[in-house]
């Protein structure tokens, strides 16, 4: 109770330093420390997105506008709403490890190509002996933390999971709706784990998940992006739902992997995801980019060494 008492005083934080921000995205995450307090914070701040009840409620309640100039019929103005308008989300990490920092911290992005053979000898070990802690999933599944915010549930051990906003969704905008449906399975890590045995799984997440959205916000699965990340940003298995309009991190081609095209791939191939080839981002400032470049993983040619042993023979070249 201390903790949270805290937390709601900022004046008490000490920023060391920016790790990243987006001025397209309106962010910005810091690394620092509370006052009194041992141990690394990370603070995430958003700007939240406009609705019509925003721009409704600036009208009412007492929004003084500052002019900057006017010039014929354009005027540039900057408007400071009511307090209440104008509520930043905060999200707050602690304790923060080194894992938790180097994932906020802004860096050079490469492009991966991830063979069966890189996944096996590289990532999974790598995975198995560094990932971060899951004991906030598990809290969720075992109902010790955020009940509340639960919107659909399906207990079956095998093929249910619980659907819930996403940390980044504030579970009131619905510009920016944004849920995680958390498998109850346990072991089941990321894309490469699946196989035609869990076609039944992806199946209830897609169309349970789908309606339960639909009941409850009102937007149908044509309105919606349901993806997998890869790789994920925790490695317990779980499916993202966001609205359509809404252009949520992660979305872009190398991050991004359909449910619908996922559930086609194994449908067609049941050991497609252990046998495929991935792209994916990786940071310079990741502990697993230094393995990939020691390996010479991210040169050209040793990369597409790698990738296939399929190089063009000499015999029969002009």
Request: net charge negative.
């Amino acid at each position: 109770m201390e903790s949270e008492i805290e937390f709601q005083d900022l004046s008490k934080f000490i920023v060391k330093r920016v790790l990243s921000d987006s001025s397209q995205r309106k962010t910005i995450c810091v690394e620092g420390e509370f006052q009194d307090k041992d141990g690394k914070f990370i603070l995430l701040l958003e700007k939240k997105a406009f609705t019509e009840d925003n721009v409704k409620n600036l009208c009412i309640e007492k929004s003084i506008l500052k002019k900057e100039f006017i010039n014929d019929v354009y005027g540039s103005y900057e408007l400071f709403p009511s307090t209440e308008l104008n509520g930043v989300k905060a999200t707050v990490i602690y304790p923060a490890s080194e894992h938790h920092i180097k994932k906020f911290e802004r860096t050079r992005v490469h492009i991966l190509e991830e063979t069966e053979e890189i996944y096996n000898n590289i990532t999974l070990p790598y995975i198995l002996q560094h990932q971060l802690s899951l004991e906030w999933v598990f809290n969720i599944l075992e109902h010790k933390s955020e009940k509340d915010r639960i919107v659909y549930e399906d207990t079956d051990p095998e093929n249910g999971f619980i659907l819930i906003p996403d940390l980044k969704w504030d579970g009131k905008q619905f510009e920016t709706l944004y849920l995680l449906a958390i498998c109850n399975k346990r072991g089941l890590k990321s894309l490469r784990d699946l196989n035609s045995s869990h076609i039944q799984l992806l199946n209830n997440i897609l169309y349970s998940g789908s309606k339960a959205i639909e009941d409850k916000y009102g937007l149908t699965r044509s309105r919606l992006r349901i993806f997998f990340h890869y790789p994920p940003s925790f490695y317990h298995l779980h499916v993202h739902f966001t609205y359509i309009d809404f252009e949520a991190p992660g979305i872009n081609f190398e991050r991004a992997h359909s449910l619908v095209s996922v559930l086609e791939n194994i449908r067609t191939k049941g050991d497609y995801y252990q046998r495929t080839t991935l792209l994916f981002p990786i940071r310079e400032s990741e502990n697993l980019f230094v393995k990939y470049k020691e390996e010479g993983l991210l040169s050209p040619v040793n990369n597409c060494k790698r990738v296939k042993n399929d190089e063009p023979s000499n015999e029969n070249v002009d």
